[in-house]
């Protein structure tokens, strides 16, 4: 089975619950690829998390311009998001590429929201996305819920495995 299908078998029992604190919950592959979400809540239509992870080992320790290559292919692929994605900052130094929505939800122009991405090449390297409203009152932000799809959800996980790079 692939992690999109694994992950949504592990979803179907738990529609119509709610979790707090979040609900880990994780599939992984015989490559050792494992998808993750901190779930707030699993419906019919779709879920609520706080965040969705992808632990890609074969990344471990990979160059940053290996980074960037799965970051223009995510940006280049994942188009069905509120916002369209795109490259933000490359840090060389802790090997990190951070990706946000280009532009930000201003619907409600004193507080955005958006999407943030980070790919990682420490440790296991890694998959984040998360979701956010900025407090332009603060000048800072808060972590939303990140509400997708079951389609939605499936198409991202397999569009996360389908842009990995081919050699680190």
């Known amino acids: ?35 993750s979400l901190e779930l707030l809540g699993v419906e019919r239509l779709g879920v609520s998390c ?8 074969l990344l471990a320790n990979s160059s940053l311009d290996t980074l960037k290559k799965w970051a223009e292919g995510l940006c280049r692929r994942v188009t069905y998001l509120l916002e369209n994605i795109g490259p933000l900052e490359y840090d060389a130094t802790s090997n990190e590429v951070l ?17 943030e991405i980070v790919l ?22 808060v972590a939303v819920p990140l509400d997708l799809t079951h389609e939605q ?12 790079p081919a050699t680190p």
Do not use: H, W
């Open 99 to 115: 990706i946000r929505s280009t532009p930000p939800d201003a619907t409600q122009p004193q507080a955005p929201k958006f999407y």
């Open 1 to 35: 089975m692939s992690l999109s299908l694994d992950l949504a078998s592990a979803l179907t029992p738990l529609s119509g619950q709610t979790f707090y604190p979040p609900k880990t919950v994780s599939a992984r592959d015989s490559a050792g690829l494992e998808v």
């Open 153 to 164: 959800l499936a198409k991202l996980v397999n569009d996360l495995v389908a842009t990995l």
């Open 50 to 57: 706080d965040e969705l992870r992808l632990r890609a080992p």
């Open 120 to 141: 990682s090449s420490t440790g296991a390297g890694c998959f984040t996305l998360r979701r956010y409203r900025a407090d332009r009152a603060s000048g800072g932000r």
